[in-house]
């Protein structure tokens, strides 16, 4: 699978870095560049639950993501820094257009409200609209990487895989992201959290809340106990840390030792154990 080897060769971290330069310039970018012609003709009909719908829409926006961001003119240092980025970088899936806000707040999201906006992503006679899920899993959040540092790690999905994936993701992203400090009573979160509410919960305890799942045991006990705390005495602050919008350029990620490994042409997956 293309996607497969380009986590392979061109990745690193995990999956939290991506060698975008070097994508650009090797064959394996070339014919996936060829394929994406394929997915004019895929029938999105045949998908027939909803994990094959999950597995479908992350793996394409994320592939998405990285095409849009290796065929700008010069890499930007941020994804920022490429005007409507996630509004216009689209593929032609089935003879419709979807762009990456599309996938994300229309498809995969439900049909819901980008955070910015009150409008849902598809009106009433879109005929992307019946491809949307019916039901919200807020795990997906840990799965969709946008470009920046601070996003989550890319994995590839399948309809078979994609729920224990997607458990895997979250507790991956919750475990670094949630910071529990005892002594000043704070726990942090990472900003989705705070951009994305509404999917955890009503308010910022449920949000909190809804990662005790996927924590290690010491975290769970940190922020049940301060939980507590803040329902009877108050005092406690759950807080939002700053997001990195630096691309998750591997330029970035790479240590001294694998960065002087690249430049004499070692494979970024030899890397991984330097």
């Known amino acids: 699978m293309v996607a497969g080897r380009m986590k392979g060769e061109h990745m690193v971290a995990g999956g939290r870095g991506v060698d975008y330069e070097a994508l650009r310039d090797s064959e394996l970018f070339k014919d996936y560049l060829w394929r994406t012609l394929e997915l004019r003709s895929v029938d999105l009909s045949t998908l027939q639950d909803a994990g094959e719908k999950k597995a479908f829409f992350i793996n394409i926006y994320n592939a998405l993501n990285i095409h849009g961001l290796v065929q700008c003119k010069q890499l930007p240092s941020s994804v920022l820094d490429v005007r409507q980025f996630w509004k216009t970088t689209a593929y032609n899936i089935g003879g419709l257009s979807f762009s990456l806000d599309d996938i994300e707040h229309g498809i995969l999201r439900g049909n819901r ?38 996003c989550p790690a890319i994995s590839v999905y399948s309809g078979e895989n994609v729920d224990r994936a997607l ?21 942090s979160l990472s900003k989705i959290f705070q951009w994305y509410r509404s999917d955890f919960g009503k308010d910022d305890m449920e949000a909190v809340r809804w990662t005790i799942p996927y924590l290690s045991e010491d975290k769970q006990y940190g922020v049940e106990s301060l939980l507590s705390t803040m329902e009877q005495e108050g005092g406690v602050s759950i807080l939002y840390s700053e997001y990195n919008w630096h691309l998750n350029d591997t330029e970035i990620i790479l240590t001294p030792q694998q960065a002087r490994y690249k430049m004499l042409g070692v494979p970024l997956e030899d890397m991984e154990n330097m």
């Open 113 to 150: 409200p980008h955070p910015s906006s009150t409008e849902c992503p598809f009106k009433k006679d879109d005929r992307r609209l019946r491809f949307s899920l019916e039901t919200l899993d807020p795990r997906i959040h840990f799965s969709l990487v946008c470009g920046a540092k601070s």
């Open 167 to 187: 458990t895997a993701a979250a507790k991956g992203f919750c475990e670094q992201e949630v910071v529990v400090d005892m002594k000043r009573k704070e726990i």
